[in-house]
């Protein structure tokens, strides 16, 4: 068995002491800094991207990687808690895991979002391991065209994520698409919306946003309710921590759902782990018998986009060590990490330095059970973060949420746009709507812009070329049967009642 | 002691501090430089090829200097918020500018700059060039540039371009317009999807860096046509350079240097050369260069900035040449 003596290499290479040492430093790192608000995994990764130079090359990306993800793993942690999600992706999981949290069920959420965490991520690396030869050409053939209608399928399915009523939900993700016009426009580098604002001309700063929109309200919302200092007054008990049976039962199928979704949705270099989380959720919110229970506290709502999110977080390694095209910065950082050693990702770096390839897969299951270990126990110490009397919570909250925007761009500018955002979001949570699709909408619709005039471009304004590839066509037409879903069950609903 | 009392000894200690501090800073030419660390500014994302550069370089000026050399990242607006944020700071050796080829073509394609590239700065020295591969997609079926002209003469190729006024565009621009052949630009958002662009043969041309090319161009994806530097790379010494190809005075070379204030003490700028000089010239940061792509590149700070300003010049007639518009 190829895979298995491979995979035999892998784990050869990354069971010495010494790899060990530095999967653990940095699944740690990456955790701690996931849970501080804003603060993501490129500050940490390019600070640390010096000592890699004295490092062995497969030792600084075990490293490396093992922030990633682990910051990926702390900021769920952290939107649960606190509503402070500093990706769109955890927006996702901060939808229903903030309002367990709020049911003091802020245990049980982590240790699901832990487990699912886990499954998601061992279910990419079985598959990339057996199949990352093939995954790589997937990633190839995805055009602009195809991107394009990945984008629609997206933001549609973005739309149904909102709780609540769907109208609100096109509404959030269209304000999105408002949102991510500021900037330059592609094909004439052209500013759109920057007042003159040279801080503009790259568009909004999303972590900036997101803390905004969420981080920020949420301090606010509390102010603004009746300040009950719920802190000394609740004390965890360790029962209250692990989820039930039923809770677990329930976590089950979502996350076998949403394993498969996800490894896939992350071979897409730069747009998959986004989409992933949503497109999971609003799955769940589809194949749901009562959708009304999501946004509220559901546990699909959580297993569901954190199992998808994190296979997908193990499916980008693919397009960007197999092909050396990075999705985003933080890719971008570990192939610069791997190429200062001379080793050049690429489709010969599987066959050239089996090591690092095998030995990096075998990493990602050691680091992700060290997750699994470290934080079982740590639990209680998470939760005991929520009896913290919220007038020294509060003030912590905002100021690591400053520190993390700066952290970003190095740019004072983004602390204008959390303020500004902050009393947008407060009247988005006076008026119900849902600020997820909205974030959503800012990433997805710059991409889909961008990729629309290159499609055209290419087909020399022929609009047919939607229609005329294969995977490009079969996306738009799940995207209408998504939006189309919801009154075509009215219909059948409406059917049978009229025959009973 | 009252409340009042120890409220005025603070506010003193501050006040006494913050003197300090100033007195401190006022007189830079009084002590050694550096005494304090050293801002490395520059104007792209972390692990862009700039980045990695300017930390492989400024790690090595912090041992020299014996001061922290701190990289800090200052993207947008192709380069030109870092080159602000370097000109309205004190011109006092303390905040460094990695500038690189797109500084000397935003001067002709922006009106807006709040700087002046040749007025306000001032070279320390070369760092690297970073030589773009004009690479073609194999499905194309020319082996050599004379067929790929040919080819293109016949219409319908694309080629990408990392975003509107990069160096990559002005210099296929240049070369179409020398081949006499008409070709579509197709902007992506960076190099690394411009090059997925040309490997998915979505486009058939593109001016890559080596690093992400080279891999695609041994496995046969890719057909690596010319290089576009005065001289062959170290790195792909089998790819002949534009003017070896009979296109006089192509040259594309993606510079990446070190700049400061223009009037920041030339004692300043003198030491401030020569750690760089030093960690250039050490053995293990070429073998770090080559490694990404980059060939190292030394020079003094008086032919940096007489560089710089021949590179504004050339860029701005090309852009004059082929009546390239940019808003």
Known sequence: MDILSNLALGFQEVLTLETLSFCLFGVTVGMLIGVLPGIGAMAAISMLLPITFYLEPGQALIMLAGIYYGAQYGNSIASILLNVPGTPSAAVTALDGYPLSKLGKAGPAIFITTAASFAGSCFAIVCLAAFSPVIAGVALAFGSAEYFALMVFGLVTASTVAPGSQIKGIAMVVAGLILGLVGTDITSGTFRFTFGLIELTDGLTLVAVAMGVFGATEVINNLSRKMHDRGAARRVRIRELIPTGADMKQAVKPMMRAAPLGTFLGVLPGAGATIAAFVAYGLETRVAKDRRRFGKGAIEGIAAPETANNAAAQGSFIPTLSLGIPGDAVMALMLGALLIHGVQPGPQLIGDHPEIFWGLLASFWIGNLMLLIMNIPLIGVWVRILSIPYKYLYPCVLMLICVGVYSVHNSGFDLFVVVAFAAIGYAMSIAKLSPAPMLLGIVLGVMMEDNLKRAMLLSRGDPLVFLERPICAVLLGLSLLMLIWPLGMRLVRRVHRSRA | ?327
């Open chain 2, 1 to 327: 002691m009252n409340a009042s009392t120890t409220r005025r000894n603070t506010v003193k200690t501050i006040v006494i501090a913050l003197g300090l501090g100033t007195c401190l800073t006022a007189l830079p030419a009084a002590a050694q430089f550096p005494e304090s660390p050293v801002t490395l500014v520059l104007g792209s994302t972390p692990g862009s090829a700039p980045d990695i550069l300017g930390r492989i370089v400024a790690e090595g000026m912090s041992e020299v200097l014996g001061q922290p050399v701190v990289v800090e990242n200052r993207q947008g607006a192709n380069g030109s918020i870092a080159a602000t944020q370097v000109a309205q700071a004190e011109p006092d050796g303390y905040s460094l500018m990695l500038m690189t080829a797109v500084h000397s073509i935003t001067p002709t394609t922006r009106s807006d700059l709040e700087y002046d590239f040749n007025e306000d700065f001032r070279g320390v020295g070369m760092v690297a060039s970073v030589p773009l591969l004009f690479v073609v997609n194999n499905e194309l079926g020319t082996p050599d540039m004379a067929s790929f002209v040919e080819r293109a003469r016949e219409g319908d190729i694309f080629y990408s371009v990392p975003g509107i006024g990069s160096i990559q565009q002005l210099a296929t621009e240049e070369f179409a317009d020398r081949a006499g052949i008409e070709m579509t630009v197709v902007p992506y958002r960076g190099g690394g999807n411009a090059t997925n662009a040309v490997i998915a043969n979505e486009v058939q041309l593109f001016f890559a860096g080596i690093p992400p090319a080279l891999p695609h161009v041994e496995s046969g994806a890719l057909t690596a046509l010319a290089i576009s530097t005065p001289e062959r790379s170290p790195a792909a010494p089998d790819v002949p350079t534009m003017v070896e190809l009979g296109y006089d005075g192509l040259v594309a070379d993606n510079w990446h240097a070190l700049y400061v204030r223009s009037e920041t003490p030339d004692d300043v700028v003198a030491t401030l050369s020569e750690a760089l000089n030093t960690v250039l010239a050490r053995p293990e940061t070429a073998e770090m260069f080559l490694n990404v792509g980059a060939t190292p590149w030394a020079n003094s700070p008086d032919e940096q900035t007489a560089f710089g300003h021949g590179e504004v010049e050339r860029w701005r007639n090309v852009i004059d040449e082929q009546g390239l518009t940019f808003d």
